[in-house]
């Protein structure tokens, strides 16, 4: 019988969830969907599908096994612990919350779960980490197939920043990818980061440095740099290369097609994150509901990297406030 | 409910199949699995599915409604008919046959089946049809975002031919794909043909003409050329280059991961056409299974597809024994 | 002493010899430039050199110890002829003469000039046998880096035909760097040679089917394909790409600068030869004064390469006028 | 009249120099040969050339117009003070001098020739300038193509660090490169700069931190990334890439093949720094021999340029001394 999923926000991510759930991963079903919005709702469900503006009748209906929430990061933390009363298992976008407190407060509660049964009812949604891309780097720095790692440099840029993104926002929602994926790739902590401005561009609103460059030292000693440009207006690009002893392994920006016109070879970049991250999304999505059906657990992220992520990027947001000093990273 | 699917021929693509059907698609469940060795069929099919060595027990079977032939050629022809008579949608890897009597008695019983249900029950598994590169080849060339195409060069190379690969068997096997993708993608039929052979490789067996080069011409006056190579040794190639009046739009051949070592850059190539086409088999997979569940015609080639490339292959054969005399394409 | 150089025509060719001659190159000196248009050589020649409108003035001027060549096609075997009987090495730009039987008086004059002084005087400007890409490209090819070649395939496209370029043309003045650099490439000569129509451009002028397709064999066996094609609005391209037993080699199509803008990653493509072959014609002519300075005979073309390059592009004419059959190479 | 050069060092670089004098570049000729190794003079001069181990000798001989100082660096001071007391121009290799005491001296001596002559007698050797990728860098930066720089990122890799390399040397040798290249790039200075230590290769000798990480911030505000990795072994590399406003451009690592072998596409990558900067090298020679012979002023970099880096550099050697900290660069 396929998993019957209830998806909690029909916004762009809900609908890709929702769109892969029904037609691009085996096993599941989607059955339920909550909105605030009943017409988004609608739009994005499968006709057989329930629809409902009030997530906890969802969370807590005979129909759904397993929940996805997609709604807005302020209403992650109170939804995951709906679940968890409801011991129903959930995918969680990221981050985990917004504030340290209800990070904590979710991990507090995973933990008793777990304790009490054995096994996480919370999986995060760093889709990166199913990226084929990284899946394949990491396998390369792990086989130490170059020998150690010393340095990984990262670019992280989007055409234009979501309104309202302020510094701190752009760390905690953008760069926060990379302060989970480094020491995940790297299989060390991050004991230590940096911030530093670049010039300002013109594109970017009030409150916002940007572009912004940041430095991650990880427990075992390599210095991972990482530019995050919000606004560069070409395109959305996402870069991570390791350099090693023996030499350097890097992420392939790829495109379908290569074009000769007008004087040039040009080659498409993507215009946001979602075509970059599809297979991501659909590996990551067929991995949650697979470890489900198989009674195992999920290979996703977890509480602890949700938290780990957040507590990187406190001090992150430090180390912006203080002239950007370098700032240890306490996970106490 | 999702289609239950019976799988004929456990060899590599009828696992590759079964391990699609079962956990990388949407809708569909694989309830049945039959070959020639029982033991092969065990281990390839899930834990749920029943196993015989006998593919007309499948066919027949009430707990299968639609069935993938993934057997040897030779008995491709006698599947499909008997999947016709048991009314069971079959999608059929190519060739549609290994002669053109056994493909023009398909398509007779499938037109017959056209005439009597208003729709086709074959599928023909000329995947690269969903790869995503040709398929944005297609739209940018149907679209005619550069003019008028005017050439296509495609390269066609394989490490290692099969054993007793014939010069025969190369181009019914291999260049069969782009017998078939170049009319797709033109959206043209092959008018005439001609075929040379290059300089023999020390690799090919007695009987195989290796490498060869060919070239068609399509109904609308473009020019294409084929290389076909299939003891490459360096691994799997597949380009192709439309080359149109105001510029050029190829295939890309992207890697995951580019490397920096031993004094060169360097990016791996597949070694064969599993990796390269891993997208267009699950494509071609959901796309059938999702028309199925919605009642609808899958969007795969058909049967006269099939034929069509049968046809061209005869041309082209026809060719290679008369010395690369350019040879028409008869499809009466 | 630097040699003393002569250079008759000063259109685009002719003057960029003269740059190179005048600042590029070590160890000459244009003393005297030549062209119907005494304006057009003053404009081109450094402000010590002499000007005339008469090329047997220069070349019979005490002041030059060595020709160019850079008028037009139709001149050249007259002023080559007119070199020999001065004693004076000359580099001529290629074609040796638009009409076998002029390119059979050369090579027979200098023949009688090497009986008598065991040297020619004739150097023919077949600048690609000098470009870094094509000499790396041989010593691979030379050096069975990978075995055996198999195949070649060639790819010449210029933005826009010249005025009154017909078919033939097509062949003698363009795909003739082709018909001279693949048997240089090989080491071995074209023996059959064939002809084929793309899709016509509604580009070209009458007269001038573009592009076309032609395929050479030479006597190693290895099967040559070219697509020429002088309309491709695009801008310049040159490839060549050698297939061998154990994989393939070809030139890298290089631009200085890696761009990321509107949507596209982007790399200038050259808009004609001149930026594409810049090293090869400075490395040339340095090679040409080099020899003539150091008394040695110069590597570069000469009259027979010359010959052979016609007696191949006459055998592909013939092929053109016989609706593409192959035709057999004469040398004789 | 060419102009009559004499080289003073005879080692990797002075034999290069020597060579491109004699045969690459135009309006040259090596008269004097200089080295403490007269065998080593000899075996690089051209014939003609006389040798001595004396280079005050071949500054003052009247067969003498300008001088080349590519000897020791501890040698550069002094030999162009004698340069200029002979009133010969001089073309000194990077660095300006080893210590900043010399380095002013240098630069104030050449500032009273230039109040006494109105022309300065000192260029000094960033051949970077010249390389046809950072002048086309340099067009698009300063013509603003892509709007306004924000950031730059460079990478510098050597395959092994010399002997004896310590992580000043490191800074004042190999790093110079960029404290030069990128005020010129951005047409403005360096305000502030910081280091940090990359995880370090097992492959440094005691003394020398490798690889290490540095940023420099310019008066425009520009932030600009430095990874210097010395002991890289897979081979040299320069990257440069300008993030700007509206798009990114960057230097494009190229070679002349590309090869498909054993299952990976490869390009070679240059074992070290004189292939890649062959041509740069060969044009800051002809740009500085064509001033000289045309009586203008060199556009090479000057003693300011010089002092300027060495400053630049002492600042980062502080930044090292003192954990990193962002350090002012003092002009005064």
């Known amino acids: 019988m396929p998993i019957r999923v209830g998806v909690i926000g029909a916004g762009v991510m809900g609908a890709d969830h929702i769109r892969n759930l029904s037609t691009t991963i085996g096993g599941a079903k989607v059955t339920f969907v909550a909105d605030l919005d009943a017409g988004r709702a609608a739009a994005a469900a499968p006709p057989s599908a329930r629809i409902t503006t009030d997530p906890t009748e969802l969370i807590n209906s005979s129909d759904v096994d397993a929940v996805v929430v997609a709604s807005h990061d302020s209403t992650h933390a109170g939804l995951v612990l709906e679940c968890f009363e409801a011991m129903t298992p959930v995918l969680c976008e990221k981050p985990l919350a917004p504030t340290l407190l209800e990070s904590l407060e979710v991990v507090a ?4 779960i777990v304790a009490a049964t054995g096994a996480s009812l919370l999986s995060l949604g760093f889709m990166r980490r199913f990226d084929p891309g990284y899946v394949a780097l990491r396998q390369a720095v792990q086989g130490r197939v ?187």
Chains 1, 2, 3, 4 share one sequence.
């Open 109 to 112: 509660a995973d933990a008793d």
């Open 146 to 332: 170059q020998g150690e790692p010393l340095m990984v440099h990262c670019v992280s840029r989007n055409a234009a920043a979501g309104p309202g993104t302020t510094s701190e926002l752009a760390i905690t929602n953008s760069a926060i990818h990379e302060l989970d994926i480094i020491p995940w790739l790297l299989g060390s902590p991050v004991t230590e980061v940096s911030w530093q401005a670049g010039k300002q561009t013109s594109r970017a609103e009030p409150g916002l440095q940007d572009p912004s460059f940041m430095t991650l030292r990880t427990a075992d000693g390599t210095l991972t740099t990482l530019e995050l440009y919000l606004n560069a207006q070409y395109g959305y690009t996402t870069r991570c290369e390791v350099v090693s002893e023996q030499g350097t392994t890097s992420l392939q920006e790829s495109s379908l097609l290569g074009i000769e016109q007008d004087g040039t070879r040009q080659a498409v970049i993507p215009a946001d994150w979602r075509p970059r991250f599809a297979d991501a999304y659909r590996l990551q999505l067929q991995a949650w509901i697979s470890a489900l059906a198989g009674g195992e657990a999920p290979s996703l992220a977890g509480a602890q990297d949700g938290l780990n992520a957040s507590l990187v990027a406190q001090a992150m947001i430090q180390s912006l406030h203080s002239d950007g000093t370098t700032t240890k990273v306490s996970y106490s």
